[in-house]
Nanobody, 126 residues
Framework: VQLQASGGGLVQAGGSLRLSCVAS????????MGWIRQAPGKEREFVAA?????????HYEDSVQGRFTLSRDNAKSAIYLQMNSLRPEDTTVYYC???????????????????WGQGTQVTVSS
């Protein structure tokens, strides 16, 4: 699985951005998908994840709950992270990730069987 993230940019505090991640391959439906962020020199941080299969469940890090919304479109092999009410502390690089196990994303326990795309920079000015 190859992951292509896009949608980052520069926005003022309180503004919005929509990140997209498109996956290659024919097994997109089999993967839980999510976003992880990491600033240079800092540890990775879970942002949001959505389960695979039917009855998708979404999970958010506490600081983004209520501001960010994650969705997926299996027909387009894509996920979208709508980010509203952005704060300067949201500034960092956001990475799209895929795993057959939702907890790998939520617990940041990615293995060599999981996938990690290139990042997209989000900058929120105060």
């Amino acid at each position: 699985v190859q992951l292509q993230a896009s949608g980052g940019g520069l926005v003022q505090a309180g503004g919005s951005l929509r990140l997209s991640c498109v996956a290659s391959g024919r097994t997109f439906n089999s993967y839980a998908m999510g976003w992880i962020r990491q600033a240079p020199g800092k540890e990775r941080e879970f942002v949001a994840a959505i389960s695979q299969g039917g009855g998708w469940s979404t999970h958010y890090e506490d600081s983004v709950q209520g501001r960010f919304t994650l969705s997926r479109d299996n027909a387009k092999s894509a996920i979208y992270l709508q980010m509203n009410s952005l704060r300067p502390e949201d500034t960092t690089v956001y990475y799209c990730a895929a795993s057959r196990y939702l907890h790998h994303l939520r617990e940041l326990s990615l293995t060599t069987d999981d996938y990690w795309g290139q990042g997209t920079q989000v900058t929120v000015s105060s």
